[in-house]
């Protein structure tokens, strides 16, 4: 049993506060918690899947000065003191939609490495990953490609920018609609949150080798 309740549309909501402090205040108040709740609910698992200690880092957005934050999210990595140079996991939202991903941002020293073995192995994750699931290729948008529709040599290009590009990242999971019943049902997510890792778990274990 779980204590988490689920999003409700105020959680949502938040993303069209007018002002910095005014949307920084109702995400403090109501959307972390609830995205650090989630995060310490999966972290024993995640832990017990990869194999590697897990922690919880929430979106903190402390570099902002003018411009509110447009989503949230609380990641899971190998690390207490941080997770954006680590292959990790990520749960959070935007106005429209949550998130699910496995993430390796512009900030891992790790993105020439691990294009290569994503190029090696791109038959076996063309194969492998479910025809539900998403791409991203810059965490800060909410643009996502589908992977039913990715080619190989859309997936070639991704992955080339990724070893190539400064600022390129990586990132592969599922969204959900805010008006979803999923969202609201703490433990129908959770458990969603569990099987998505689960078949995102694989890219981890590649990224970590």
Same mark, same amino acid.
């Not at 005014?22 to 194999?51: F, G, I």
């Not at 934050?69 to 429209?96: C, M, V």
């Given at each position: 049993? &779980? $204590?988490?309740?689920?999003?409700? #549309?105020?959680?949502?909501?938040?993303?069209?506060?007018?002002?910095?402090?005014?949307?920084?205040?109702?995400?403090? &108040?109501?959307?972390?918690?609830?995205?650090?709740?989630?995060?310490? #609910?999966?972290?024993?698992?995640? +832990?017990?899947? +990869?194999?590697?200690?897990?922690?919880?880092?929430?979106?903190?957005?402390?570099?902002?000065?003018? $411009?509110?934050?447009?989503?949230?999210?609380?990641? /899971?990595?190998?690390? %207490?003191?941080?997770?954006?140079?680590?292959?990790?996991?990520?749960?959070?939202?935007?106005? =429209?939609?949550?998130?699910?991903?496995?993430?390796?941002?512009?900030?891992?020293? @790790?993105?020439?490495?691990?294009?290569? %073995?994503?190029?090696?192995?791109?038959? %076996?994750?063309?194969?492998?990953?479910?025809? $539900?699931?998403?791409?991203?290729?810059?965490?800060? %948008?909410?643009? +996502?490609?589908?992977?039913?529709? /990715?080619?190989?040599?859309?997936?070639?290009?991704?992955?080339?920018?990724?070893? $190539?590009?400064?600022?390129?990242? @990586?990132?592969?999971?599922? =969204?959900?609609?805010?008006?979803?019943?999923?969202?609201?049902?703490? #433990?129908?997510?959770?458990? +969603?949150?569990?099987?998505?890792?689960?078949? /995102?778990?694989? /890219?981890?274990?590649?990224?970590?080798?």
């Amino acid at each position: 049993m &779980t $204590n988490f309740q689920g999003f409700e #549309e105020k959680d949502f909501n938040v993303f069209s506060i007018e002002g910095l402090d005014e949307r920084m205040d109702a995400l403090k &108040t109501y959307v972390s918690p609830k995205l650090e709740q989630v995060a310490e #609910e999966l972290a024993p698992e995640l +832990t017990a899947m +990869t194999e590697d200690e897990m922690f919880v880092h929430v979106a903190r957005h402390a570099r902002r000065t003018k $411009n509110p934050p447009d989503d949230s999210w609380a990641a /899971l990595a190998n690390s %207490k003191r941080g997770y954006k140079k680590l292959p990790h996991f990520q749960i959070g939202l935007w106005e =429209t939609h949550l998130f699910l991903w496995f993430a390796v941002i512009y900030e891992s020293p @790790i993105k020439q490495d691990f294009a290569k %073995k994503l190029k090696k192995r791109k038959k %076996k994750i063309l194969k492998e990953i479910p025809d $539900n699931f998403v791409w991203s290729v810059d965490h800060t %948008k909410p643009d +996502t490609i589908p992977h039913k529709n /990715l080619r190989q040599k859309d997936f070639d290009e991704m992955v080339d920018r990724l070893g $190539n590009v400064k600022k390129a990242e @990586i990132l592969c999971g599922i =969204t959900i609609d805010r008006k979803d019943s999923i969202v609201s049902d703490g #433990e129908a997510f959770l458990k +969603t949150c569990q099987e998505t890792f689960q078949q /995102l778990e694989p /890219l981890y274990q590649l990224a970590k080798e």
